[in-house]
């Protein structure tokens, strides 16, 4: 056997065998620098990598009914969580529209309806919920807030005063944040448990 067929012997398991990906190591994620105005890429960057690293389409500029006027440079981000567990994900269409990107209202109706949107909000597991500003007794809101956006984000609604029988009587602005929980508070009950005293609710975020 000459010289040749001999490294070829050797070397053939690893060229079949091609790159590994163990748990744990960087992937990468395609970054868009330019798209058309359908969201279509034009122009890539250097991929972005990392553990869990992925990238999202980020609009800078809505119509009122959330098509996107202006694209912006993708926006990229490595997931803390990946940890030991990550892999690489699979290749995905230019066009998809990735998960990492949350559409920001900052006008809305007093309905809820948006009229007009901001800049998306990007990240790992981002998400913008409505923020009341104002409701009515009953809880119907008044007046909307700009969205709230951030991790794992939730909005609670707070209660500043109760009647005896614990029915709010005066809302306040909502409470955003982490898993964002707001619960009722006595603040004087009677010898069998029952509340003689409501105080506003206790709020908290993760």
């Keep these: 056997m000459s010289r040749l067929g001999a490294l070829l012997v050797v070397l053939a398991p690893l060229l079949l065998s091609g790159p590994q990906s163990r748990s744990g190591e960087s992937q990468c994620a395609r970054r868009c620098e330019r798209r058309t105005d359908h969201g279509k890429c034009?122009?890539?960057?250097?991929?972005?990598?990392?553990?869990?690293?992925?990238?999202a389409e980020q609009c800078l500029d809505r119509t009122a009914s959330g098509a996107c006027l202006r694209w912006g440079p993708d926006q990229c981000s490595l997931d803390p969580d990946a940890g030991d567990s990550a892999t690489p994900e699979a290749e995905s269409p230019v066009e998809e529209k990735g998960d990492e990107c949350a559409r920001r209202c900052v006008d809305r109706t007093p309905e809820g309806v948006c009229l007009r949107y901001g800049q998306d909000a990007c990240g790992v597991k981002v998400s913008c919920e409505l923020r009341c500003q104002d409701r009515t007794p009953e809880g119907v809101c008044l007046r909307y807030g700009e969205d709230e956006c951030g991790t794992e984000l939730r909005c609670a609604q707070q209660c500043l005063e109760r009647s005896g029988n614990g029915r709010c009587m005066r809302w306040g602005a909502d409470v955003c944040g982490a898993n964002a929980t707001c619960q009722k508070k006595c603040g004087d009950r009677t010898p069998r448990g029952e509340c003689k005293r409501w105080e506003a609710d206790v709020c908290s975020s993760e």
Excluded: I, R, T, V
């Design 42 to 55: 034009l122009q890539y960057a250097e991929d972005f990598c990392g553990p869990g690293a992925s990238c």
